[in-house]
């Protein structure tokens, strides 16, 4: 949903490109440490988030990694730099960033087990429904509620009053995975318009 107005912020994203490519950063060095600020904010959440200065730290790795995460595409598309393994690994340290935040969670007993499993299977469904229809000539960029960036902004938003109230990491996650659900389906509904036209 939100990748439907990236170009409202398109051009700030090209800006820090130039000052990234300046500094002499790559895209994959870009992605490498986003990834890493990811995985510092799952070590965080499995700490338990015991203070408020913990909560803060996590919700700072995670805007941060969500940030680096967004700039390496715009590098890579800037100076003609993107590549198959350029976009595979993005792709997998996504996915894998992904499997670290909820297990975290799962682990400091912010999350129960089974809200943890539902909420990830979900979220890696809907990545993997985008890039199985892909193949099929149907493009799904923007279709659903709950794409990464959304799941991110839920995941952190509730972070933040966890410092307030223990239960809304509980209730971040079930709206991850409700929504995560419900884009599942929508994209499968999607995909089942698309190819009954062309056929």
């Known amino acids: 949903m939100l990748s439907k107005i990236q170009y ?49 730290g996590t919700v700072l790795a995670l805007l941060i990694g969500a940030y680096f995460d967004a700039i390496d595409g715009a590098m890579a598309r800037r100076y003609h730099q993107t590549s198959k393994m350029g976009g595979i690994l993005d792709s997998v340290l996504d996915r894998v960033g992904e499997i670290t935040l909820y297990a975290g969670l799962f682990a400091g007993g912010l999350v129960p087990g089974w809200l943890s499993l539902w909420t990830l299977s979900a979220s890696l469904m809907v990545s993997y429904v985008r890039a199985r229809v892909d193949v099929e000539g149907v493009k799904l960029k923007g279709v659903g509620l709950a794409e990464r960036p959304e799941r991110l902004l839920i995941l952190m938003i509730a972070t933040i009053f966890a410092a307030f109230n223990s239960l809304s990491l509980e209730l971040g996650a079930g709206l991850v995975a409700l929504l995560s659900t419900v884009t599942i389906v929508e994209r499968l509904y999607r995909t089942r318009v698309e190819l009954s036209g062309s056929g």
């Open 8 to 56: 409202l912020v398109e051009g700030h994203f090209q800006r820090a490109a130039g000052a990234f490519n300046k500094t002499g950063f790559t895209p994959n060095s870009v992605t490498s440490i986003g990834f890493l600020l990811t995985l510092a904010a799952s070590l965080l959440y499995s700490s338990g988030l015991g203070t408020v200065w913990l909560v803060w």
